[in-house]
């Protein structure tokens, strides 16, 4: 489903410019779906512009959610903190799940998801690497 097609279709980008990370709808629902089972006793909330999972954690200290991780070809896993999934949208304890569906087959890893993780570049050798931002 992430593969780029000999046509041009698909593949993955990591764009600094799009803040939230949209995957193709079939794995969108499928994240989500998984997400949504994994985050019992978080009360639900309505959806927010254009997001479909929050919840109301108003009065809420702390929360427990569910880990999201991306898994790479190569071996590579990229976990990311709660707080670069689960995100405020008002001042009022909403928070929502920062994913949405791609309107084409192009995933595009948003910039909400990158916040303080290193990422290294291979260009040459084709590969990409995740570490804790150190700066």
Do not use: H, K, W
Request: net charge negative; aromatic share 12%.
């Amino acid at each position: 489903m992430f593969q780029l097609s000999e046509d041009g279709y698909g593949g993955v980008v990591m764009d600094t410019g799009t803040a939230v990370t949209r995957l193709p709808q079939q794995a969108y629902s499928t994240l989500r779906d998984g997400f949504i089972a994994a985050a019992v006793g978080l009360p639900r909330t309505s959806g927010v512009s254009i997001f479909d999972t929050c919840y109301d954690l108003n009065g809420y200290s702390s929360v427990r959610v569910p880990t999201v991780s991306f898994y790479f070809t190569e071996g590579a896993i990229l976990t990311l903190p709660a707080r670069n999934f689960l995100i405020p949208v008002d001042n009022s304890g909403t928070f929502c799940f920062a994913f949405a569906p791609s309107p084409t087959g192009l995933s595009i890893m948003g910039n909400i998801q990158q916040e303080g993780i290193q990422i290294t570049f291979d260009v040459a050798n084709g590969f990409v690497g995740f570490g804790p931002n150190t700066c």
